[in-house]
Nanobody, 116 residues
Framework: QVQLVESGGGLVQPGGSLRLSCVAS????????MNWYRQAPGKERELVAS????????NYSDSVKGRFTISRDNAKNTAYLQMNSLKPEDTAVYYC?????????WGQGTQVTVSS
């Protein structure tokens, strides 16, 4: 079965950096677009970044463009989200996601808190 395991969250001061990792298993990682979503308290889950199969095209939400970088290592079945210049409004639970056919698969999420 599909498993997505996120790690790397934590507490960081404004302006700081974190790198999230998502280790995937149970499917052919290389052929699927991988996504990072986030959900802040009281808000809907939003798409933050996507990376196409084989490390091709990347896309970002306007709120993180220029600060976050999504990447993948297909040899390790792992997707990453490098987050720089973090702001308090980036505080959320971050989820790794893959869509296979009509099914959305999610990890358990990792908490990112940006606060002084």
């Amino acid at each position: 079965q599909v498993q997505l395991v996120e790690s790397g969250g934590g507490l960081v001061q404004p302006g700081g950096s974190l790198r999230l990792s998502c280790v995937a298993s149970g499917f052919t990682f290389t052929i699927y677009t991988m996504n990072w979503y986030r959900q802040a308290p009281g808000k809907e889950r939003e798409l933050v970044a996507s990376i196409a199969a084989y490390g091709g095209n990347t896309n970002y939400s306007d709120s993180v463009k220029g600060r976050f970088t999504i990447s993948r290592d297909n040899a390790k079945n792992t997707a990453y989200l490098q987050m720089n210049s973090l702001k308090p409004e980036d505080t959320a639970v971050y989820y790794c996601n893959v869509r296979r056919s009509a099914t959305m698969h999610w990890g358990q999420g990792t908490q990112v808190t940006v606060s002084s």
